[in-house]
């Protein structure tokens, strides 16, 4: 089975695709940078490709921003506009030497060129796993750049007046699980529902190494604290997961995106099984973007993640309890009463035996995301199964099912909980079903992004 390309997130044409890098707004559009291989559709000749979009939906694709070079490949990186008319990136340049070093380059012509700094590198602690740096202005003026060291489990900051020199400020980590590294850090100060004073938020990512790895692979999490000194600081015990499925990873947030907002754009990937993937000649995608914000949930400020838009799309009846075929790219609003309802099951059943199970149980307080059939057991060992997570207490009952091809985003309680999975349903029609309580039937919507309509013999075949 080939999986289809997505038709509403960015996803290449052509080629490997991997982190965001270097998301901005500027001259009227969001212009995304990411991991590229030119060359081939596996990880490999890393370098920024580049994407650009008026609405976050439509991406107008353009040539290689940055490209690897004998000896030297780019890693991740961001992009500012600290001056009129210049946008400035720094990026890591991965040695073939075995040394990583943060890089500059910049751009007068809106991102479509670039200059590399003739200095480079501009920051270089000898270290083999120093990268990804995300520069951020700080409110009293000034810079602060973060990148990491991997192994270590640490984000290290830095702090300029000029983006010429940079002091170290300090650090912080490790925290939580040791058997995994530190990759893509970002640092947003959100807004916070109910109150005029915004939070400070570190996201990063975390992928597992050894010989005995995680299963579940990489994943995204997120830090609430304050920055003090240059240096982001949290009593937070452990680290709280941004994103429960099992393909968001290496999330950042845009520059200068419009009245402020955070919106953040991920890869819907994992290292686990991201070089299996059936697709060509594209590999890698996108999430939606997504504006994050903050609210207290069960007593503990936690991150909140909403999708920034969606494309126009058109309605389909959904009739209870029979399934409706529906091309696979669009979305499912589902309403219920949340303290007085059982669980209710959405199945998504697509090509051969491939199927999705979504489950939103609030008198457990579970919502999960069951990936099945034979596809997706031939994929890899560790992608078909289960993921779970918590629903808060207050919880709303509201659910939002997003499927793209095979791109699948669940967000639910407010979005305070978010599950991203690849799933296998293939190319053709889905069969969406929903299992609930007859007497609390939920509020049910698919809106399609391609209108459809078919007969009651062709819904029975597909299920």
């Known amino acids: 089975m080939s999986l289809p390309r997505p038709r509403f997130h960015l996803a290449p044409s052509r080629n490997w695709m991997n982190d965001p890098n ?15 291989n030119p060359e081939g559709n596996d990880w490999g000749n890393m370098s920024w490709g580049h994407a650009s979009s008026t609405d976050l939906m439509r991406w107008d694709e353009h040539p290689v ?24 990136a720094f990026y890591t340049s991965a040695y ?14 809106g991102g479509y060129t670039w200059t590399p700094d003739a200095a480079n ?10 990268r990804d740096p995300k520069v951020v202005p700080l409110p009293g003026g000034g810079w602060m750049m973060l990148t990491v060291e991997a192994v270590e489990r640490r984000v290290v900051f830095y702090v300029s007046d000029d983006l010429d020199r940079w002091r170290e400020t300090g650090s912080f980590g490790p925290l939580g699980p040791g058997d995994v590294v530190w990759e ?13 004073a915004p939070q400070w938020v570190l996201l990063l990512s975390t992928n597992p190494v050894g010989e ?23 009593d937070a015990a452990d680290l709280s997961r941004l994103d429960y499925g099992r393909d968001c990873y290496a999330g950042v947030t845009f520059a200068d995106a419009p009245g402020g907002v955070a919106v953040m754009v991920a890869w819907m990937g994992n290292w686990r099984y991201a070089h299996d993937v059936p697709t060509a000649p594209w590999r890698g995608a996108m999430s939606l973007p997504r504006t994050l914000t903050v609210r207290r949930v069960d007593g503990e ?27 696979p790219h669009g979305v499912l609003t589902l309403g219920r009463q949340p303290h ?8 998504l059943r697509g090509e051969s035996d491939a199927t999705v199970e979504i489950v939103h149980d609030p008198r457990a307080r579970v919502m999960s995301v069951t990936r099945s059939g034979s596809a997706a057991a031939a994929l890899h060992p560790d992608f078909a199964g289960t993921s779970a997570a918590p629903l808060p207490v207050e919880d709303d009952g509201e659910v939002t099912i997003v499927v793209d091809g095979p791109l699948l985003e669940v967000f639910a309680a407010g979005g305070a909980v978010v599950l991203s999975h690849l799933v296998t349903l293939g190319a053709g029609p889905v069969a969406v079903s929903i299992e609930a309580d007859a007497a609390r039937p939920p509020a049910a919507r698919f809106d399609a992004f391609e209108d459809i309509a078919l007969r009651d013999d062709e819904v029975a075949e597909a299920v």
């Open 22 to 36: 270097g998301l901005i707004h500027a001259d009227g559009r969001w212009h995304a940078f990411f991991q590229y």
């Open 65 to 88: 921003a940055l490209s690897h070079r004998p000896g030297e490949q780019i890693f991740s990186g961001s992009v500012i506009c600290a001056s009129e008319g210049v946008l400035t």
């Open 96 to 109: 073939d030497h075995g040394i990583q070093a943060q890089s500059r380059a910049t751009s007068v012509d």
């Open 121 to 130: 590198p501009v920051l270089d602690r000898g270290s083999s796993d120093f």
């Open 184 to 196: 893509c850090p970002d640092l947003v100060r959100l807004p916070v529902h109910g109150s005029s």
């Open 212 to 234: 005995h790895a995680d299963p579940g692979g990489s994943a995204m999490h997120y830090v609430v604290g304050d920055v003090r000194d240059g240096v982001f600081r949290s």
């Open 301 to 327: 400020r936690r991150l909140v993640q909403r999708p920034t838009t969606l494309p126009p799309m058109r309605a389909v009846p959904l009739a209870g309890g029979s399934p409706v075929l529906v091309e």
């Open 340 to 347: 007085s309802a059982g669980p209710m099951r959405v199945l």
